[in-house]
């Protein structure tokens, strides 16, 4: 451990930033259910890394607590939103978002 430099906080949460934009571009700017749902899970992720650096920043289980749940939380959604897609989209030869307002009555 001599000789390692910390990392500041501050290039976390550069990190997370730039992770959860890239998320929010996946999900405003694709069409495809399967991308919007994994760029919902790198914002679930960015936030992810937020809880665990202010966590070691702080000497505090509580973000590690958080991210627990998050990662919990962000699997029941994947699971269930994949579910939805597929079933939706069984039949389709096209698969976009958009297509889901054919399903009102």
Request: charged content about 10%; aromatic content about 10%; cysteine-free.
């Given at each position: 451990?001599?000789?390692?430099?910390?990392?500041?906080?501050?290039?976390?949460?550069?990190?997370?930033?730039?992770?959860?934009?890239?998320?929010?571009?996946g999900?405003?700017?694709?069409?495809?259910?399967?991308?919007?749902?994994?760029s919902?899970?790198l914002?679930?992720?960015?936030?992810?890394?937020?809880?665990?650096s202010?966590?070691?920043?702080?000497?505090?289980?509580?973000?590690?607590?958080?991210?627990?749940?998050?990662?919990?939380?962000?699997?029941?959604?994947?699971?269930?939103?994949?579910?939805?897609?597929?079933t939706?989209?069984?039949?389709?030869?096209?698969?976009?978002?958009?297509?889901?307002?054919?399903?009102?009555?």
């Amino acid at each position: 451990m001599t000789g390692e430099l910390p990392v500041a906080i501050i290039n976390y949460v550069f990190l997370s930033s730039v992770i959860f934009f890239i998320g929010v571009a996946g999900v405003l700017l694709r069409r495809n259910p399967l991308i919007i749902l994994m760029s919902i899970e790198l914002m679930w992720n960015a936030a992810n890394l937020l809880f665990l650096s202010f966590a070691k920043a702080w000497a505090n289980n509580a973000g590690q607590i958080f991210a627990f749940l998050v990662i919990t939380v962000a699997a029941a959604e994947a699971a269930i939103g994949l579910a939805i897609v597929v079933t939706v989209f069984r039949a389709a030869k096209n698969v976009d978002v958009d297509d889901v307002r054919s399903l009102q009555g």
